[in-house]
């Protein structure tokens, strides 16, 4: 027959056993969350969010840019200002096309849920905006992106305005670690980690990411494009680190936003 002292340390037991398993799922739901958080610093842009908001990344400021980028031509770019006037046509399909120095990339761009982003492109595409610049950042651990349209190539560049979020649920509705899964193909905006904070850096999904959904989702890659930034994607980052510069440098030679 158990005793009362016997059966008070085995309800004691039983206690501290489920305290403990009560503990680590809360530290496993915590390490999801945290991973999910880390990545998405993967395509944030980096620093000088405010003043990157307010046009102080506009392309001819006082920051010079690093000699291994691509220089900085202030007569491509337009000075800091609102968001540019509404100029596409919401119904119609646009392509855009990224001639690079390891082929060419192209991106169906979806209007009709994107208008903001797809004009926005339209627009600097037009001024040769991204003409010469370089993907300034890889990513191959926990998200797999390739990150673009930074004319400084700092991560701190942008076109001295921003643009509203679009299409956030496109991808369904955050699971419990917050994220939902960006399919390789997808390109989306990056932003400063506020709302409505993008300008002009995008990433390229080269392989299925989980990411909380605050990028706009404009586009997909084709096949051949996908190939070409899955190949940058092998030959791993400087360093041999697992975020930072491609090893493969990828320079977007011309950019065109064209109507179908």
């Known amino acids: 027959m158990v005793s ?16 403990q398993q009560r503990r680590e799922a809360a530290r496993r739901k915590a390490r999801r969350r945290n991973t999910v958080i880390a990545a998405a610093l993967a395509v944030v842009v980096a620093a000088g969010g405010a003043a990157f908001a307010t046009g102080a990344f506009s392309g001819d ?15 491509a770019q337009p000075s800091a200002s609102p968001e540019p006037k509404m100029a596409v046509d919401a119904k119609a399909k646009y392509d855009m096309s990224l001639k690079t120095n390891d082929g060419e990339i192209k991106i169906a761009m979806d209007a009709a849920k994107t208008p903001h982003t797809v004009n926005s492109f339209k627009y600097l595409a037009d001024k040769g905006f991204f003409n010469n610049t370089k993907c300034h950042r ?6 797999y992106v390739l990150q673009c349209g930074d004319p400084q190539g700092t991560g701190q560049g942008g076109p001295g305005y921003t643009i509203p979020d679009e299409n956030l649920t496109a991808l369904g509705k955050a699971g419990a670690d917050g994220s939902v899964t960006f399919p390789a193909g997808t390109v989306a905006m990056a932003n400063t980690g506020q709302p409505h904070s993008g300008g002009s850096q995008f990433f390229l999904v080269y392989k299925d990411t989980k990411l909380p959904p605050s990028y706009t989702p404009f586009g997909m890659m084709d096949a051949a494009g996908l190939k070409a930034v899955e190949d940058v994607a092998k030959e791993g980052v400087e360093g041999g680190s697992g975020d930072g510069a491609p090893k493969k440098a990828v320079t977007v030679e011309k950019a065109a936003v064209t109507k179908e």
């Open 4 to 19: 009362s002292e016997q059966r008070r340390r085995q309800l004691a037991r039983e206690k501290f056993e489920r305290q």
């Open 61 to 75: 400021g006082d920051k010079k840019p690093d000699a291994a980028s691509p220089s900085d031509s202030p007569s």
């Open 138 to 143: 890889l990513t191959t651990q926990n998200i």
